[in-house]
């Protein structure tokens, strides 16, 4: 049933852990089937190391159907690969050659410090999201449901910004390692929708300062961010970004939500 | 020891709020003298977490993830259930509660489904208020549909990625708390044992899986919340990390398992290819709103779809076999998972399966797409599409889809009672991982139900109980249980490290789940089940002679995690064909070739097997013992299951 015949060379980062310095080995992959997915083939790879002694390639992943954003691979210079709008568990072995030769990096930037071989620390990410990515309700005594009317192209759109899955690929493919994609989506799903208001510019204020602390860099408008994310976030987030994160500086608190709101 | 569920006595209606009333509170000053500790950061994790957090509880919350947005909870796709009736067609909280003890084959407790039914309607108001973008109808209101096992359109969705949405619900609600100081979250860690000091459990022993650490937490209380063990199949749509290492330890520590043998099995998964696979991933159910499903009527035509001579579209109407329309026209292609799945292993039984193993059939949308149009069918289902393209190649707007049932979710776990304790008293069990809501069978959109209602609605009130009466005293962790459990488990991960055999974790893990599905997956048999028994006892033996594991403690070592979770699925495959063997009757998706009804379908047996089997440990290699706690049901009349 396999047709799995196909022969890679992989050069892959290898790196002890965060102290260690790293270094490109090459491996060879053989008896891939192009119906395998990138990690499956990974693994193929790391039964062949195990059983001869040698140490596995260190890698994250998780659910395995392009949800959970823990794959963090930086294929052939690109983060998730050559294909558009996937994780990296979601490209499969046909988007190679057979008798190609793959380069497989960590994510790199210095907010995310290389974990060992090909993980990186995302918790960066969280400090963000912690910063103020929500909305302050606590469970029992809300509103039904309903009450909230929210029409339908709204929350559409708050959906498309929620759907980020938080895996850095906009983090790794932006030359100053900017993170205004991520943040941006966060604020943009909760901006939109009406029980995200009453914390809406105070949200932007926090999670950009938190943003900067992390030592992330500035948006160049350059859009490798959107061309490399796999849930196409678009760019129009970071410009709702700045414009509740201009608001809130420019206006004094009280003037914000009349500027905004008003006409 | 007599199993008391502690289930409140009176109508049905007022058990909840009655029992809510008896409940001890905890003055809210001496809450923040109280640690509570939570395993696992999923639905119920992260909603227990943040509730009783904002509750004024200490809270210290772990995860093995690098972070608690990762839980497998994320990848749920079709939509939450709620009794809300917003529909006008019908629906109540009774209904609810009625279609979920029917569609788990009455083998689940009356009072606890009630409950779960009753929360229902909370859920969908508390995760809206936390900006959850569920689906909207054009005057703003929110969008339903409908799922398998129900006639009233009572499921709230964020169009395929539900799961995703009201887990990054909870982790934010989470998120605000370990930002108030509130919660201190412990990423890349995974608990190893639990901690139980005369008779209660006090702390839990984790491993950095950065540095290897060992570590000593103590709490007043330990919630597990740690998700399901589909994964000792090898194979399933769980994510790969999923495990049962912290519920089987603490089951090792006096917690008994509960209906380990009840595993669901989903009808529409992207089929097996190759030896290769890693998982397998699910279609979401609500594709059966509007794909029909279908085998040819003939082996031949079968025959000839499997080796390409002929594609799906050239097989003619007359001759398909739209077989869940054809037995079941009242429910149609919107039948409980398990009688779905069955129904698609009897055309691969018959040879009538498609694809090139024979093992699906299809999932067509045709006809939608003819009565919707494209636009409109990629509108409601477009993510799904897309994946099963990256994944199979083939584009389902053409040909139908190819399916096939694949292990999903497990109904069985830890015992709990009402309050969601096990039989350790201060250990909790929330959500995939405690046996409590489902019965036999699992309908659609009922796991995130059963998720944030434990972690938003139940736990915050049951657990006040058991830490009022145990008082605000703090735990002492230089306890002897601490140390001696902490070297308990250096001792099982430097055994685990001196394996250097000449077979690799990952193929113990594929030869278990093999005999799993083969013996112990959609239909059993007792002389099925006896083999399995043996060639388990074999594999294990083999693992803990021959097995590879690389590497040391002191790094971060996947081999060893795998390692260990392996070793603890084994020991819990033996468990499950014990239950499964001992169940002689056929329920949900556990059918028995020995019980079945003159027409073939599952045979349940009330008079003797209406109980829950929960096991206790009775030591390394001893057989586990068994414990019943019979069901009583006083609102339903137990009937045969039908859908026709």
């Known amino acids: 049933m396999d047709n799995a015949n196909m022969k890679l060379t992989l050069k892959v980062w290898r790196q002890k852990n965060a102290q260690t310095p790293g270094k490109f080995e090459t491996y060879k992959a053989e008896a891939i089937s192009p119906d395998m997915s990138f990690l499956e083939m990974l693994d193929v790879v790391n039964e062949s190391l195990t059983v001869a002694g040698q140490e596995p390639i260190h890698f994250d992943h998780d659910c ?28 499969h072995m046909r988007s190679f050659e057979d008798g190609q030769t793959i380069t497989i990096e960590p994510w790199r930037a210095a907010p995310f410090p290389v974990l060992k071989d090909l993980a990186v620390d995302r918790s960066a990410f969280d400090r963000i999201q912690q910063a103020g990515g929500y909305i302050s309700v606590n469970t029992g005594g809300v509103p039904d449901a309903n009450e909230i009317a929210i029409p339908k192209v709204i929350a559409d759109e708050a959906f498309n910004s929620a759907t980020c899955i938080g895996c850095g690929a906009c983090v790794a493919a932006c030359k100053n390692a900017s993170a205004m994609l991520f943040v941006s989506a966060k604020i943009t799903q909760l901006g939109l929708l009406p029980q995200g208001q009453p914390e809406r510019y105070r949200r932007a204020q926090t999670m950009v300062a938190q943003m900067d602390e992390e030592g992330f860099g500035n948006c160049t408008n350059t859009g490798a961010c959107e061309a490399e994310c796999p849930k196409e976030i678009t760019l129009t987030n970071i410009a709702t970004m700045n414009n509740d994160y201009f608001s809130a500086k420019l206006f004094r608190q009280e003037e914000v939500h009349e500027v905004q709101h008003g006409e | 020891m007599t199993l008391d569920a502690k289930v409140p006595e009176g109508p049905l209606a007022d058990k909840w709020s009655k029992h809510k009333f008896n409940l001890k509170l905890v003055n809210p000053a001496n809450k923040r003298k109280y640690d509570i500790i939570v395993v696992g950061t999923g639905l119920a994790g992260a909603s227990a977490a943040a509730s009783l957090a904002e509750l004024g509880y200490n809270v210290k919350a772990f995860c093995f993830q690098d972070s608690p947005r990762r839980a497998h909870s994320i990848a749920a796709q079709g939509g939450i259930n709620a009794a809300k009736n917003y529909r006008n067609d019908g629906d109540s909280v009774y209904r609810l509660f009625y279609d979920t003890i029917k569609g788990g084959d009455y083998r689940a407790r009356e009072g606890n489904v009630y409950r779960l039914a009753e929360n229902s309607v909370h859920i969908i108001d508390q995760c809206v208020a936390q900006g959850v973008p569920f689906a909207r109808e054009y005057g703003g209101m929110l969008d339903n549909r409908s799922f398998g096992g129900a006639q009233v359109s009572r499921t709230f969705y964020a169009r395929g990625q539900t799961g995703q949405q009201l887990l990054l619900g909870a982790y934010s609600a989470l998120n605000r708390q370990i930002h108030e100081g509130k919660v201190k979250m412990y990423t890349r860690t995974e608990m190893l044992d639990v901690v139980v000091v005369d008779g209660k459990a ?62 669901q099995i989903h009808p529409t998964c992207i089929p097996v290819t190759g030896t290769h696979q890693s998982k397998l991933t699910l279609m979401s159910e609500s594709l059966r709103n509007d794909g029909r499903v279908w085998a040819p009527k003939t082996v031949e035509t079968a025959e000839k779809l499997r080796k390409g001579q002929l594609k799906a579209s050239d097989i003619k109407e007359e001759d398909r076999d739209y077989f869940l329309e054809r037995k079941y026209p009242a429910f149609g292609n919107l039948v409980p998972r398990d009688v779905a799945s069955r129904n698609a292993k ?22 939608a797409i003819k009565r919707l149009g494209e636009e409109t069918v990629r509108a409601k289902y477009g993510n799904l599409f897309d994946m099963y393209i990256q994944i199979t190649d083939e584009n389902p707007y053409k040909q139908p889809m190819r399916i096939y049932p694949a292990v999903h979710y497990t109904m069985g776990g830890l015992w709990v009672d009402y309050n969601l304790q096990t039989t350790i008293p201060g250990l909790y069990c929330l959500g995939e991982a405690n046996f409590s809501d489902h019965g036999a069978n699992r309908l659609g959109a009922s796991a995130l139900m059963q998720g944030l209602s434990d972690g938003y609605f139940v736990i915050p009130y049951t657990l006040g109980d058991y830490l009022a009466t145990i008082g605000p005293k703090p735990i002492d962790a230089s306890h002897p249980a601490f140390a001696k459990t902490k070297e308990d488990t250096i001792a099982h991960i430097n055994k685990l490290l001196a394996l250097k055999g000449n077979k690799t974790v990952v193929e113990y893990h594929r030869e278990l789940g093999h005999i799993m599905w083969e013996y112990c997956g959609m239909a059993r048999t007792a002389e099925g089940l006896t083999k399995a028994k043996g060639m388990i006892a074999e594999l294990k033996a083999d693992f803990w002679k021959n097995a590879i594991v690389t590497g040391e403690n002191e790094e971060i070592n996947a081999a060893l995690e795998r390692a260990g979770r392996v070793a603890d699925f084994i020991e819990l495959g033996e468990l499950m064909v014990d239950d499964a063997l001992m169940r002689a009757e056929s329920c949900g998706g556990h059918f028995r070739l020995e019980s079945q009804t003159p027409e073939g379908e599952a045979l349940r047996d009330d008079e003797n097997f209406a109980f829950v089997a929960a096991w206790e440990f009775m030591g390394e290699n001893q057989p586990e013992r068994l414990n019943k706690e019979e069901l009583v049901f006083e609102n339903v009349k137990l009937t045969q299951r039908s859908y026709k």
Not at chain 2, 350 to 364: I, K, T
């Open chain 2, 346 to 367: 009897e055309m691969a039984d018959e040879h009538r399966g498609v694809g090139a193993s024979g093992f699906a059939v299809f999932l067509d949308f045709a006809d």
């Open chain 1, 64 to 91: 395995r159907e392009g949800i959970c954003g823990m794959c963090s691979l930086y294929i052939n210079g690109r983060p998730h690969g050559p294909k558009r709008a996937i994780t990296t568990c979601q490209l």
């Open chain 2, 202 to 263: 006090q702390g839990i022993i984790t491993r950095n899986l950065k540095t290897g650490e060992i570590d000593t937490h103590t709490g007043h209380a330990v919630l597990l919340c740690t998700g399901g063990y589909g994964n000792v199949f090898y194979l399933s749509t769980n994510a790969i990390g999923s495990n049962v290492t912290a519920a089987w330890r603490a089951h090792k520590r006096g917690a008994y398992f509960a209906n380990p043998c009840y595993t």
